[in-house]
């Protein structure tokens, strides 16, 4: 018996057949402020530690996007990022890897968060846009200059929307500050002052233990493509592992480099270039541009060293000032604003504080909405680039101890092949894209 109906004998039947209602819900369809599921952004979170869980918090408030998925190589990790989700939703349905693979290789996730140690973010940012994924992901997206590089280039070329977490980029009183440098109410700018750490180095090994279970925590994915080293339990507690070499970027300059620095790219209107040379002295680094204009790393008190920036710091964490000659404008963490001159200052004098500085909302949403236009990122990958590259650039220039030039076109140091050398390292077997 043929059961085949052609479409014309279907539409003939069902014309004298009475059809049940259907129900669907109203959120299916998109009404009373939901979201039509085919209209969401499927998401999944690779490495969700303690930064980790506040974006992906954050993430979790836009109603555009849905978790499915988190991966971390930490059980406790996995566990708390799991609970976090599915209290939102209220069930139990976000899925557990081990593996950042698995995740990948899900066709229905549409981006990811990558908000692992430093030593992961680039080579997961590349394998997650070869796989086809639109990318979050935590600074430094690099450990090396030439890491950066790769990884602008490989969301270019499998033309992914891509944001690092930069999130002042996208906070009002950082947006105003630099829009009032670009406007030339300051003057020609002079100075651009962009806090940091003390620099360090530490080329030391934590002392042997005992390997846990790798499922409990798997040391050789923690390590991906760092060097292999001896398992310590004060490298995967907490933030244990920043200072030593293998595992961050930059001698510890990009922690807040890649924020302040950033800022002072986006006030010259430098995104795209960086700076020609770079002086290393004893409480600052100096960045300086072709024309003249110049960025001060100002070294800020840490435990490894107690000097003092000139400027104001009761602005909370990551304070920039941008100096022109005829006015200033300083901001910083907890929201406010000041500048000078007076003309200046009334005009600021009423902004209503934003988000704090370390708050990913806005920096969330402006990602959510470029996955969907298909445009770029307040923090793309080219803006990225040239702020990580001069980042890098200084932290070599400190580590060696002299000033060294840079060609912003074919990003090489001039005349120090040493220092050029310092722009790569190998990666450990198999951890490379």
């Known amino acids: ?66 978790c499915v998925a988190v991966c971390d190589v930490k059980a406790d990790a996995r566990r708390q990022a799991k609970l976090l989700v599915d209290g939102k939703y209220g069930n139990k349905d976000c899925v557990t890897y081990r593996d950042m693979f698995e995740v990948l290789d899900r066709k229905d996730i549409d981006a990811v968060l990558i908000a692992t140690g430093d030593r992961w973010h680039g080579l997961a940012t590349i394998l997650a846009a070869k796989a086809g994924k639109d990318v979050y992901s935590e600074k430094p997206v690099g450990v090396t200059m030439n890491e950066c590089i790769e990884v602008d280039e490989a969301v270019r070329r499998y033309g992914r929307v891509f944001t690092v977490g930069t999130q002042r980029r996208s906070i009002q009183n950082f947006r105003v500050a630099i829009a009032l440098a670009r406007s030339g109410k300051l003057g020609h700018l002079r100075t651009l002052h962009a806090s940091v750490y003390y620099p360090q180095s530490d080329n030391t090994s934590a002392p042997a233990e005992p390997e846990p279970d790798p499922d409990t925590l798997d040391w050789d994915r923690w390590l991906g493509p760092a060097p292999w080293r001896p398992f310590n339990w004060r490298c995967v507690r907490g933030r244990g592992w920043q200072g030593f070499d293998d595992f961050t970027a930059a001698y510890v300059l990009m922690d807040w480099g890649a924020h302040t620095v950033d800022l002072c790219q986006a006030a010259a209107g430098a995104d795209g270039t960086t700076p020609v040379e770079y002086i290393p002295g004893e409480d600052n680094i100096v960045l300086r541009y072709a024309d003249g204009l110049e960025v001060v790393m100002d070294f800020l008190p840490t435990p490894f060293g ?91 220039a400190w580590k060696l101890g002299r000033t060294l030039h840079f060609d912003p076109d074919k990003e090489r140091f001039i005349g120090s092949e040493e220092a050029n050398r310092m722009c790569t390292r190998a990666k450990r077997a198999p951890w490379y894209a």
């Not at 500085?357 to 470029?370: A, E, I, L, M, Q």
Request: a positive charge; aromatic letters at 4%.
């Open 1 to 66: 018996m043929n059961r085949r109906v052609t479409r014309r004998q279907f539409l003939a039947t069902a014309g004298m057949t009475a059809v049940a209602p259907t129900i669907i819900r109203g959120s299916a369809l998109g009404k009373n402020g939901s979201v039509a599921p085919s209209n969401r952004i499927v998401l999944g979170g690779i490495g969700i530690g303690a930064r980790g869980q506040v974006v992906l918090g954050a993430m979790l408030n836009e109603c555009d996007a849905h």
């Open 306 to 396: 107690k000097l003092e920036p000139h400027y104001r710091t009761q602005m909370g964490t990551c304070p920039v000032r941008f100096e022109g000659d005829e006015g200033w404008v300083e901001t910083g963490d907890n929201g406010d604003i000041i500048a000078h001159p007076e003309s200046l200052a009334r005009e600021v004098l009423n902004l209503r504080r934003s988000a704090a500085g370390t708050d990913p909302g806005s920096h969330v949403r402006n990602f959510f909405d470029c996955v969907k236009s298909r445009g770029l990122t307040n923090a793309d990958g080219r803006v990225m680039r040239s702020s990580h590259v001069a980042c890098h650039a200084a932290g070599i």
